[in-house]
Nanobody, 120 residues
């Protein structure tokens, strides 16, 4: 039904920036849904980071507000996460999500993730 493909992760040093991308391959009824990002740190539960409506209205977790920015390109069915001033605490598997009830508590569709590792 919905295939999510993330990219953009990697190994960076403290203070660096990364831009993650996630492209959704699905019927329009799914790609019109809210899209977002979670991360899973080592031994931790998934943490909601940000979500964005098709209109462009975004919601952020307080832990990353001001450092991370979410935006989307509806024509490409792609959502992005711009991450600035990264620290080792940001090391995690970053996963894209689509749809939810609500998305920050119960996301419907999950991508496999892209690994971000920040060295000190």
């Amino acid at each position: 039904q919905v295939q999510l493909v993330e990219s953009g992760g990697g190994l960076v040093q403290t203070g660096a920036s990364l831009r993650l991308s996630c492209t959704a391959k699905a019927e329009r009824k799914y790609t019109n849904l809210e899209m977002g990002w979670f991360r899973e740190g080592p031994g931790k539960e998934p943490e909601f980071l940000a979500s964005i409506e098709r209109s462009g209205e975004g919601t952020y977790a307080s832990s990353i507000r001001g450092r991370f920015t979410i935006f989307r390109d509806n024509a490409k069915n792609t959502v992005y996460l711009q991450m600035n001033n990264l620290t080792p605490e940001d090391t995690a598997l970053y996963r894209c999500v689509v749809g939810g009830d609500p998305i920050k508590d119960y996301a419907y569709y999950w991508g496999p993730g892209t690994q971000v590792t920040v060295s000190s």
